[in-house]
C-alpha cells in the first residue's frame, strides 16, 4: 500500500497542470480507488483532491509572483474556468487573492510534495479476525451528519438523543444476526473521508435479509461479503477512534487485504453507564487485495 500511494503521489506531480484520471491510473495497481483515497486521506491526515488543491496552488504561487502570464492564463492551466474560480481557491489555501499576492509577493503557505514511509515501532498486536457474511440489512433510524475525526460528534448525539427511550428496546428485539445488538453504523461516507463532509448514520440493528422491516424505519441493504472485525476497549470514543486510525496505518499496509464500499459498523459489547468506557466492535467492509 505505501508504494502504491507514493505512485500516487508521483501521478499527481506529473498531471497538477493537466487531468488527473485516478480511474485510468488505479487499473494498473491491482487496487481500487475507493480504497486508494481512504488510505490516502487516513495516512496524510487531508483529503486527496484537497492536496492537489494546494500542490497546484504552491506552483500556481511561482508562476503569479513571476507576472510573466495573465492571471485567467494561469488559472486554465490548473484546471479553473474563471478567475474568480481560481481566486477562490488561491486565498483558501494561502489566505490572500492573486493580485495581492503578485502586488506583494505574499504571504504563500507551501505544501510540499508527500512522501509516504511505513515506520516499524513494534505496537501492540491488533485484535482483528476476518469473517465471511452472507448479506443482510442494517433497519432503524437514520440522519445525515458531518463527520467528526475525532471526539464524541454532536450531531449524532443529538440524533440519538431524539429518538424515545422505548425504541431502543424495540430496535434490539429486532436484532437477529451479527453484529448483535445496538449498532451504529456509518453509511455512504465521502471516499476521501473529508472531515465536515456528511454521512448517513444509522442508529439500529442487524436482521437477515428476509426480514420485514417496519414501515417506519430506515433500511440499508448490505451485499454479501468479507469483514474485518477489530475489538477495542478503553476511553470512549477516543480507543474505537485510534483503532479506527491504526487501521490505515499499521494494519491495512501489512495484510493482503483493501476496504470496498460499504458501511462501517459499530457494536457495542460491554460500557460503563456513563459510557466513559466501552469495548467495542468495529466491522470494515474488506475484499482481497
Not at 492571471?71 to 474556468?81: E, F
Not at 501492540?124 to 440522519?143: C, E, K, N, Q, W
Not at 499496509?253 to 483493501?258: A, C, E, F, Q
Request: glycine share 8%; charged share 25%; hydrophobic share 40%.
Amino acid at each position: 500500500m505505501i508504494a502504491e500511494l507514493n505512485r500516487l503521489v508521483e501521478y499527481v506531480e506529473a498531471n497538477l497542470d493537466d487531468e488527473i484520471d485516478l480511474d485510468s491510473f488505479v487499473r494498473g495497481l491491482g487496487t481500487t480507488e475507493y480504497h486508494l483515497r481512504r488510505m490516502f486521506s487516513s495516512l496524510a491526515g487531508m483529503p486527496l483532491s484537497e492536496y492537489v488543491r494546494r500542490r497546484r496552488m504552491t506552483l500556481a504561487a511561482a508562476e503569479v509572483i513571476d507576472g510573466d502570464d495573465d492571471l485567467l492564463g494561469i488559472a486554465v492551466r490548473y484546471g479553473y474556468g474563471s478567475t474568480e474560480a481560481f481566486g477562490r481557491a488561491f486565498r483558501a489555501v494561502h489566505g490572500a487573492s492573486p493580485a495581492d499576492v503578485r502586488r506583494d509577493g505574499g504571504p504563500l503557505r507551501t505544501q510540499p510534495q508527500l512522501r509516504f514511509r511505513l515506520t516499524v515501532e513494534g505496537s501492540s498486536p491488533m485484535d482483528a479476525r476476518i469473517l465471511d457474511r452472507s448479506a443482510f440489512r442494517l433497519v432503524g433510524h437514520a440522519a445525515r451528519v458531518p463527520l467528526v475525526h475525532e471526539g464524541v460528534n454532536p450531531h449524532i448525539q443529538a440524533h440519538i438523543a431524539s429518538l424515545p427511550l422505548e425504541e431502543h428496546g424495540r430496535l434490539k428485539a429486532l436484532s437477529s444476526t451479527e453484529p448483535a445488538g445496538l449498532l451504529q453504523v456509518s453509511a455512504d461516507l465521502d471516499a476521501d473521508y473529508a472531515e465536515g463532509s456528511e454521512l448517513t448514520y444509522l442508529h439500529g440493528v442487524a436482521v437477515h435479509t428476509p426480514t420485514e422491516v417496519p414501515d417506519d424505519l430506515d433500511v440499508i441493504e448490505v451485499p454479501g461479503g468479507a469483514w474485518a472485525v477489530f475489538r477495542t476497549s478503553g476511553p470512549h470514543p477516543d480507543a474505537l477512534q485510534s483503532t479506527w486510525a491504526a487501521t490505515a496505518t499499521d494494519w491495512f499496509p501489512s495484510n493482503p487485504w483493501r476496504l470496498r464500499p460499504g458501511p462501517s459498523i459499530v457494536a457495542v459489547l460491554e460500557r460503563a453507564d456513563d459510557f466513559r468506557t466501552a469495548t467495542c466492535e468495529l466491522w470494515l467492509p474488506v475484499e482481497r487485495d
